[in-house]
């Protein structure tokens, strides 16, 4: 479908048929030393490799379209949310030019954070998504990715209607960290699953566990993300599950 945004178009030839309407987005960073290499990577029709992303977004706020909407664009690799497993069958996925960890990773431009967010809200016009939908990369492959980050403003695209956002007192009791055992690790990996983690609830908080709180501090914490589920990261989660309504 065709967005109402300027755009460049940058057609890709990596993409496919979707079997239904998108209902989430994905939000990823290019984690490339230039936008340019980025955009060529995700065009390029190599076999073997091809990628490619609905829309790619320079730091200066230039928006390229490479796959229609109504296509299936493959930006996701292996993931999972809410139960679904074809995450590029059912999401639009959004790079964001930024080098990542691995190549300087640093703060995401104002101009290029005004366009995601009026990607968002174009996008949003046409498909009905859920802020709780709205997720990042490192939200749906946990154990392989960590982008787009801990410096991505999360908070700022909810304020402006994208997403969701909570700043709850922390609550009491002691860190759950890898290695621990019992009912509060239970309850604390049933609630991740409810929110959309592949985090199956066994009272035991082992390295997956650990990922999968590491992403959700990357989203939602933002001030550490080394999978230890403080009094801070519990309270987010809890209350992002009331906000939410999982």
Same mark, same amino acid.
């Given at each position: 479908?065709?967005?109402?945004?300027?755009?460049? %178009?940058?057609?890709?030839?990596?993409?496919?048929?979707?079997?239904?309407?998108?209902?989430?987005?994905?939000?990823?960073?290019?984690?490339?030393?230039?936008?340019?290499?980025?955009?060529?990577?995700?065009?390029?029709?190599?076999?073997?490799?091809?990628?490619?992303?609905?829309?790619?977004?320079?730091?200066?706020?230039?928006?390229?379209?490479?796959?229609?909407?109504?296509? *299936?664009? &493959?930006?996701?690799?292996?993931?999972?949310?809410?139960?679904?497993?074809?995450?590029?069958?059912?999401?639009?996925?959004?790079?964001?030019?930024?080098?990542?960890? /691995?190549?300087?990773?640093?703060?995401?431009?104002?101009? @290029?954070?005004?366009?995601?967010?009026?990607?968002?809200?174009?996008?949003?016009?046409? &498909?009905?998504?859920?802020?709780?939908?709205?997720?990042?990369?490192? %939200?749906?492959?946990?154990? *392989?990715? @960590?982008?787009?980050? /801990?410096?991505?403003?999360?908070?700022?695209?909810? @304020?402006?209607?994208?997403?969701?956002?909570?700043?709850?007192?922390?609550?009491?009791?002691?860190?759950?960290?890898?290695?621990?055992?019992?009912?509060?690790?239970?309850?604390? @990996?049933?609630?991740?699953? *409810?929110?959309?983690?592949?985090?199956?609830?066994?009272?035991?908080? %082992?390295?997956?566990?650990?990922?999968?709180?590491?992403?959700?501090?990357?989203?939602?914490?933002?001030?550490?993300?080394?999978?230890?589920?403080?009094?801070?990261?519990?309270?987010?989660?809890?209350?992002?599950?009331?906000?939410?309504?999982?």
């Amino acid at each position: 479908m065709e967005p109402t945004l300027d755009t460049i %178009d940058a057609p890709s030839p990596n993409f496919d048929a979707r079997t239904a309407p998108p209902d989430m987005i994905v939000l990823h960073y290019t984690g490339m030393t230039t936008g340019e290499a980025a955009l060529a990577r995700l065009c390029d029709p190599t076999p073997g490799g091809r990628v490619s992303a609905h829309y790619l977004v320079e730091e200066d706020g230039r928006l390229f379209r490479l796959v229609d909407e109504a296509r *299936r664009a &493959w930006h996701a690799g292996v993931a999972s949310w809410k139960g679904e497993r074809d995450i590029n069958g059912r999401s639009i996925g959004v790079e964001i030019v930024n080098p990542g960890h /691995e190549f300087g990773y640093r703060d995401f431009p104002e101009p @290029q954070v005004a366009a995601v967010i009026a990607l968002l809200t174009d996008i949003r016009s046409r &498909w009905t998504i859920a802020d709780g939908d709205i997720v990042g990369h490192s %939200d749906v492959a946990p154990a *392989r990715k @960590q982008d787009p980050g /801990e410096r991505f403003p999360w908070k700022q695209l909810a @304020q402006a209607g994208h997403g969701l956002w909570v700043e709850p007192p922390p609550a009491p009791g002691a860190p759950l960290a890898e290695g621990a055992e019992g009912a509060a690790v239970f309850a604390f @990996q049933a609630g991740l699953t *409810r929110l959309g983690y592949d985090c199956p609830p066994s009272g035991r908080f %082992d390295t997956t566990t650990r990922e999968v709180v590491s992403a959700f501090q990357r989203h939602w914490v933002q001030s550490r993300f080394d999978g230890v589920a403080d009094g801070l990261t519990r309270a987010r989660l809890i209350a992002l599950l009331r906000l939410s309504g999982a």
